[in-house]
């Protein structure tokens, strides 16, 4: 055995210094020859003919003398991990311009930041949408054209409206968008992120809605809303939410884990202003959400700056992290 691995060793020993003098003719070669193509490719292949043969002898030498060793550890598992975030768009807007542009930066940043993290799995990110039903603008000249979830007198604003015309139909697109008749793990949404008036829908589904807070393998993990303001058509059913809450534990007998929240404010927001997304902040927490703020100086818009970005890639990576854990 020490014989055979001694010859070994000096085969190995004799190949690296056959290329070393190569790599070194080689290199002359190169600075004298310029203008020989066709003997450095030749010199090339003989190059890397020699170190497939050295690099074999490598293995078969390891494989001999260091076969007791257990054979090393797979760092990642075979189940990849997607995170399906729904997006709602404001009033004005529409799906496809609200993912491909105003979300740009965030999702750019969360991309970046997942890659360089060592999870046990793949995490990919699939970025939903929908359209709101009611038309504003038609589409035309390269745009897709304006919509709104719901309809409102003119000069009425939805967080002093009595009332959101057409909000069921809207409500139902997005409940069966989330909860899908045949769900599975695969079209499961994790993360709902509403901006504007799809920041009231969201907040006003929960409202309504106790699927979309109450434990189950179906409910979205977090919520994400911007530029949020008060839901004014449902402010009995978010004022009551800890009650809705307490009758559910009763009736199930068990606890509810609530989904988290994470509110995202412009200092310069003079649409929806800050106070009043502080007001639909302050009656989830209330009822015992999980919530955070994000405080920005930007106006009613998804943020650009990149320390209000990197707090909301770090809420979005933590919920990851979860669904990796649980994988």
């Excluded at 190169?30 to 190059?47: D, E, G, L, Q, V």
């Excluded at 793949?122 to 000249?141: H, K, M, R």
């Amino acid at each position: 055995m020490k014989v055979s691995m001694q010859k070994t060793s000096i085969s190995i020993t004799i190949h690296i210094l056959i290329i070393v003098a190569f790599a070194r003719g080689a290199t002359s070669f190169s600075s004298t020859n310029i203008r020989s193509p066709r003997r450095m490719r030749a010199n090339s292949k003989f190059s890397q003919l020699l170190l497939m043969r050295t690099t074999t002898a490598i293995s078969a030498s390891r494989s001999s003398s260091n076969s007791h060793l257990p054979p090393p550890t797979a760092t990642k598992n075979n189940n990849d991990v997607c995170i399906r975030i729904l997006c709602l768009h404001g009033k004005g807007g529409n799906g496809k311009q609200f993912v491909d542009t105003s979300l740009l930066p965030l999702r750019s940043l969360l991309e970046t930041r997942v890659a360089n993290l060592e999870l046990e799995c793949n995490v990919s990110f699939q970025w939903d949408e929908l359209t709101a039903p009611y038309e504003i603008s038609p589409p035309g000249d390269g745009n897709d054209g304006g919509y709104s979830w719901w309809t409102m007198p003119p000069g009425v604003r939805s967080y002093n409206a009595e009332e959101y015309g057409g909000f069921e139909t809207s409500a139902d697109m997005v409940m069966e968008k989330v909860f899908p008749p045949e769900q599975n793990t695969l079209n499961k949404t994790d993360i709902i992120l509403g901006h504007s008036q799809g920041a009231i829908l969201t907040s006003a589904l929960l409202s309504i809605h106790d699927k979309f807070w109450k434990s189950s393998n179906s409910t979205p993990k977090g919520y994400i809303l911007n530029g949020a303001a008060w839901p004014n058509p449902y402010r009995k059913s978010l004022s009551s939410l800890s009650t809705q809450q307490q009758c559910s534990e009763t009736v199930d007998d068990s606890s509810v884990v609530l989904p988290r929240m994470l509110f995202m404010m412009g200092g310069e927001d003079n649409i929806n202003p800050t106070e009043s997304a502080l007001q639909v902040h302050d009656a989830f927490q209330a009822a015992n959400f999980d919530v955070s703020i994000v405080n920005h100086a930007g106006g009613h818009s998804v943020p650009v700056a990149r320390r209000a970005l990197e707090e909301v890639v770090d809420w979005i990576v933590d919920i990851a992290k979860e669904k990796v854990t649980s994988c």
